[in-house]
């Protein structure tokens, strides 16, 4: 026996004629109907909803299909909301717009963007909503191109001034990198709100352009300043969050405080969030207690202040604080994802715990559910490298398939770890893959350069050499920088003409070097490698490095009894390495650098920290006596841990990546001074 639709929903959806003999009770029914909708928790009520509705021929009702199509893009059922929209006679801009967003909320933008291109097909013309959501389908898709077509739309019909279309471009260029284009739509437009402001400083902090978003949250700041009342319901969470990601990618602490006094003072600091920022932030600007502090705090922490802090532990060299955090990660029922797993075998591999990062690796997926992937293996590859298992490491790295940019990573790692140790067969094969790839083209060269040397194949040296000039292939200086009160201040390596009070800086550092000399040091002689330079000429290139012009301005101008904090682009050099150990005993000053790869603390001439600088952390030099070379001739050879982001470049100081993906992969950079 045929089964009778439900009466009530037929009474609700009656043909058109008959509603208006009982508009009160239809309209009361209706709301009814969509109210019942919006809160069922229940998919049950909504497929037999559907059902009646299709039975009763009640879909011509487009205002009641939509919110059908919403409850089941509320319950992740996009499949049947899409037959749904198949089923209406006539959808309308709502309902093209529900079923874009329910594949985007789907993790299917793509096929929101088919379903946009079927638009211009039928008499339904897109609305501003319609554009926001198409614009974050290419947002989560990165896709910039498609999103200057839709952008072009935009144009065509009249939305280019709407605030919320506006607020999406903004975000989508960002997303794409196309930094340009984001501050060419916030700077037309007529109106802003908190979300268009966040968005553009969140761009800036994402892109590495941490200068950038602090001007633009100052200037964001000096509006609201005359309007000190409605503070609070101007700025929120994000707009912080996006704040001290900028700090963190700068090393701008006494920034990155005032910031947290901000979110005090806002109540924010309970923020899951912002508890994150803070944790990553302090770690990267050289307070991993900071850091510590701030997660401590955090009620009940998942995965992601975990592995900040599994990350931020290891780059300060407390790999074994990174491994307890994990293990007790894993005791509170925390399930590790993919980078949590980098963390941890990055710590293993600056820890010398080979075996434990062995044990780690396979028992990721075991254990965990968690695929190694290109990211791990270049972690054990570094690992293997470090403490001389050349030949384990190439093995690895040959048997892994990787996309170009990732096997950067890889092959990157593998070359200066094997012309550290010497294997110029090994270093040969990974720089012919680099090159072949165009990946890393500049580093692979230099580092190949250094392996003849330290074989003391001193032709291949010259050749190597001479096809880099062929190439045209040069490198950027290495830059350092400090914070001084609101103040940043620059310095490039073997550039004293625009060094902040350059003579005195010179003076100062000539003096240390005798003092240094006096305790032994021997400088250049131990691991540096250099052509046809006079050995005074070698000290005098050393001692010009950009954290040593960095460090004699700071010892000049902050007080005593503070601890110096110095940042750098490049990986610190052995030389300046043991330099800073000296320089620390000699004026009992505390220093902090923190280089492309990791910190490193000095305090009464000894490294504080587990110092494993002997197998992937060492620079080594070739130098010529020609003019072409920026004014001193020198090239500067990075080590092994380096290998993935662009170099910053010497006109933005910016080196450090601002979230925990992309401050893993700076870990493997391949770099030059």
Not at 311 to 340: D, Y
Not at 578 to 593: G, Q, T, Y
Request: glycine content about 6%; proline content about 2%.
């Amino acid at each position: 026996m045929r089964k009778q639709p439900n009466q009530t929903l037929l009474s609700i959806f009656k043909p058109a004629h008959l509603y208006r003999q009982n508009k009160r009770s239809y309209f009361h029914d209706q709301t009814q109907f969509i109210h019942s909708l919006r809160h069922s928790t229940d998919l049950r009520f909504v497929l037999s909803s559907h059902s009646n509705l299709l039975k009763s021929g009640a879909l011509e009702d487009t205002f009641a299909a939509n919110h059908l199509i919403n409850s089941y893009v509320r319950f992740q059922e996009i499949d049947y909301a899409h037959k749904l929209f198949d089923e209406m006679s006539e959808p309308n801009v709502v309902s093209w717009t529900s079923l874009m967003a329910g594949y985007i909320d789907a993790g299917r933008p793509k096929m929101a963007l088919c379903l946009f291109t079927r638009m211009p097909k039928c008499t339904v013309l897109p609305n501003a909503f319609t554009f926001s959501t198409i614009v974050n389908a290419c947002s989560v898709l990165a896709d910039a191109k498609t999103g200057e077509k839709v952008h072009a739309h935009v144009e065509l019909y009249g939305y280019q001034a709407n605030l919320v279309v506006c607020c999406s471009l903004i975000d989508m260029y960002g997303k794409s990198n196309n930094l340009d284009s984001a501050r060419q739509v916030f700077d037309s437009m007529v109106e802003r709100n908190v979300i268009s402001w966040t968005s553009m400083i969140s761009g800036y902090a994402q892109n590495g352009q941490g200068y950038k978003a602090l001007e633009l949250f100052k200037e964001f700041n000096e509006i609201l300043s005359s309007h000190e009342h409605i503070w609070s319901n101007h700025i929120n969470h994000y707009m912080l969050a996006s704040v001290v990601n900028a700090c963190a990618s700068l090393g701008r602490l006494l920034y990155g405080k005032a910031t947290h006094a901000a979110i005090i003072k806002q109540r924010y600091e309970s923020n899951d969030v912002i508890a994150c920022t803070l944790v990553d932030m302090y770690a990267k600007c050289g307070c991993i207690r900071y850091s510590e502090k701030v997660f401590r705090r955090i009620r009940n922490p998942s995965v992601i202040p975990y592995t900040s802090m599994i990350i931020g532990s290891a780059k300060h060299g407390l790999g074994k604080l990174s491994l307890e955090l994990f293990e007790e990660m894993l005791r509170r029922s925390v399930t590790p994802n993919r980078i949590t797993f980098v963390g941890v075998l990055y710590a293993c591999s600056h820890s010398g715990l080979v075996d434990k990062g062995l044990e780690h690796l396979n028992s990721m997926h075991a254990k965990h559910g968690v695929k190694p992937d290109a990211m791990h293996y270049t972690c054990v590859v570094d690992m293997f490298g470090r403490v001389g298992r050349l030949d384990e490491a190439y093995k690895l790295a040959k048997s892994i398939e990787v996309e170009q940019n990732q096997g950067a990573l890889l092959w990157g790692a593998l070359l200066s770890a094997s012309r550290l140790h010497g294997r110029v067969d090994i270093a040969a094969e990974a720089s012919k893959w680099l090159m072949e790839s165009k990946q890393q083209v500049a580093a692979a060269y230099v580092t190949m350069s250094n392996a003849y040397a330290l074989a003391g194949t001193w032709d291949d040296v010259n050749s190597t050499r001479s096809e880099m000039k062929r190439m045209g292939v040069k490198k950027e200086p290495g830059c350092s920088w400090v914070e001084i009160k609101d103040s940043v201040y620059v310095f490039y390596a073997g550039d004293v003409a625009s060094c902040a009070r350059g003579s005195e800086v010179l003076s100062l550092l000539k003096e240390l070097g005798k003092m240094m000399k006096e305790k032994g040091h021997v400088g250049v002689s131990t691991g540096l490698v250099f052509v046809d330079v006079e050995e005074e000429a070698k000290e005098e290139i050393v001692a010009l490095h950009s954290e040593r012009l960095a460090l004699g301005f700071s010892l000049i101008s902050i007080p005593s009894g503070v601890t110096i904090r110095i940042m750098k682009n490049l990986r610190m050099c052995g030389d300046c390495h043991e330099a800073f150990k000296l320089i620390s005993n000699i004026v009992n000053r505390d220093f902090i650098v923190r280089d492309i790869n990791r910190f490193h603390y000095f305090a009464n001439g000894k490294l504080i920290e587990y110092d494993l600088y002997g197998a992937s952390d060492s620079n080594y030099f070739i130098s010529y006596n020609i003019k072409t070379e920026r004014q001193i001739g020198v090239i500067q050879v990075a080590n092994a841990d380096d290998a993935l982001e662009p170099a910053a470049s010497s006109s933005t100081i910016c080196c450090s990546s601002v979230n925990t993906t992309q401050s893993l992969y700076s870990c493997f950079r391949m770099e030059t001074e």
